[in-house]
């Protein structure tokens, strides 16, 4: 079985080669690797170009619109020349461990039924030093239910570079489609989608590396206004899809994740919801936290 990866890169030379060559470094060899340049004016070309004879590069002029849809465009490229039956996402500036694709196409292979497989990451600075991380662990839950009982959407769904599909799934969806929502990125169109075509399947293991650095778009959260405008698109998008499937719409004014929640209506939510208690402590130090954010 052919697996894809689909490295998608603007303007990370210095992180290219640590993540090309985590790509060519599998255990699992019947492989193919795509990277999408989207219009780089840095020396990324140049670091791809010595690769060339083992992966395929697509380098085309800065896509110019809303970064998220910028990413989309990448993958909705690359996709377009795969041939694999899994596809593999990867960001440049993130890597895979050896072993990733062989654990996760044994998981597709044993599970049929399985649209989507993801896994947990250890975080890496910019010099490739691990980090601690601080992160809460993807929930144990049967995701669907949980979504539909508790209206929350966060703590779900690993971020691009641990997310894999299978072809017949993003033969479904994609290519994605510029629309209203430019702060949801790929990675959650892809999950909350996945929900209605198939199983999840979550492997509580680090099989990547995520990076941490000044460019991260996470690192917007810390914005009052663009966390409040990111959860609500994200829940204004979730419900779209949900409709189109004749599924659970969910109500924000339910969830513990509302931004503009005081502390009290939060502590009332915490306190009659349906969540186990380590997620509830979990959404508490959240909301004390983003009190003091700016």
Same mark, same amino acid.
């Given at each position: 079985?052919?697996?894809?990866i689909?490295?998608?890169?603007?303007n990370?030379? &210095? *992180?290219?080669?640590?993540?090309?060559?985590?790509?060519?470094?599998?255990?699992?060899?019947?492989?193919?690797?795509?990277?999408y340049n989207?219009?780089s004016?840095?020396?990324?070309?140049?670091?791809?170009?010595?690769y060339?004879?083992?992966?395929?590069?697509?380098s085309?002029?800065?896509?110019?619109?809303?970064?998220?849809?910028? &990413?989309?465009?990448?993958?909705?490229?690359?996709?377009?020349?795969?041939?694999?039956?899994?596809?593999?996402?990867?960001?440049?500036?993130?890597?895979f461990?050896?072993?990733?694709?062989?654990?996760?196409?044994?998981?597709?292979?044993?599970?049929?039924?399985?649209?989507?497989? &993801?896994?947990?990451?250890?975080?890496?600075?910019?010099?490739?030093?691990?980090?601690?991380?601080?992160?809460?662990?993807?929930?144990?839950?049967?995701?669907?239910?949980?979504?539909e009982?508790?209206?929350?959407?966060?703590?779900?769904?690993?971020?691009?570079?641990?997310?894999?599909f299978?072809?017949?799934?993003?033969?479904?969806?994609?290519?994605?489609?510029?629309?209203n929502?430019?702060?949801i990125?790929?990675?959650?169109?892809?999950?909350?989608?996945?929900?209605?075509?198939?199983?999840?399947?979550?492997?509580?293991?680090?099989?990547g590396?995520?990076?941490?650095?000044?460019?991260?778009?996470?690192?917007?959260?810390?914005?009052k206004?663009? *966390?409040?405008?990111?959860?609500?698109?994200?829940?204004?998008?979730?419900?779209?899809?949900?409709?189109s499937?004749?599924?659970v719409?969910?109500?924000?004014?339910?969830?513990?994740?509302?931004?503009?929640?005081?502390?009290?209506k939060?502590?009332?939510?915490?306190?009659?919801?349906?969540?186990?208690i380590?997620?509830?402590?979990f959404?508490?130090?959240?909301?004390?936290?983003?009190?003091?954010?700016?």
């Amino acid at each position: 079985m052919l697996a894809s990866i689909l490295i998608n890169n603007y303007n990370y030379a &210095q *992180y290219l080669d640590y993540c090309i060559s985590s790509a060519l470094n599998q255990t699992y060899k019947n492989i193919e690797i795509i990277l999408y340049n989207d219009g780089s004016s840095d020396n990324s070309l140049e670091i791809a170009n010595k690769y060339k004879n083992n992966i395929i590069i697509l380098s085309n002029k800065n896509f110019g619109k809303y970064p998220s849809y910028n &990413q989309a465009n990448a993958i909705n490229m690359a996709y377009e020349l795969s041939k694999g039956e899994i596809i593999f996402l990867l960001d440049s500036d993130d890597a895979f461990y050896p072993e990733k694709v062989e654990r996760v196409m044994d998981v597709f292979i044993k599970h049929p039924e399985v649209v989507l497989v &993801q896994h947990k990451f250890d975080e890496i600075n910019f010099n490739n030093q691990k980090l601690k991380n601080k992160k809460l662990s993807i929930k144990k839950v049967q995701i669907k239910k949980y979504i539909e009982k508790t209206h929350n959407l966060t703590g779900l769904f690993s971020q691009t570079s641990a997310l894999s599909f299978r072809r017949s799934y993003f033969e479904q969806v994609v290519p994605l489609k510029e629309d209203n929502y430019k702060y949801i990125w790929p990675d959650v169109r892809l999950t909350r989608q996945s929900i209605f075509y198939g199983e999840i399947y979550t492997i509580y293991e680090s099989l990547g590396e995520y990076r941490i650095h000044e460019n991260n778009d996470s690192n917007k959260l810390e914005n009052k206004n663009h *966390y409040k405008e990111l959860i609500t698109q994200m829940y204004q998008y979730f419900n779209e899809i949900s409709r189109s499937h004749n599924g659970v719409l969910l109500d924000l004014n339910k969830a513990m994740i509302k931004p503009e929640y005081n502390i009290f209506k939060k502590l009332y939510i915490l306190i009659t919801c349906k969540e186990k208690i380590k997620y509830k402590i979990f959404y508490l130090i959240e909301s004390i936290n983003r009190i003091f954010i700016k």
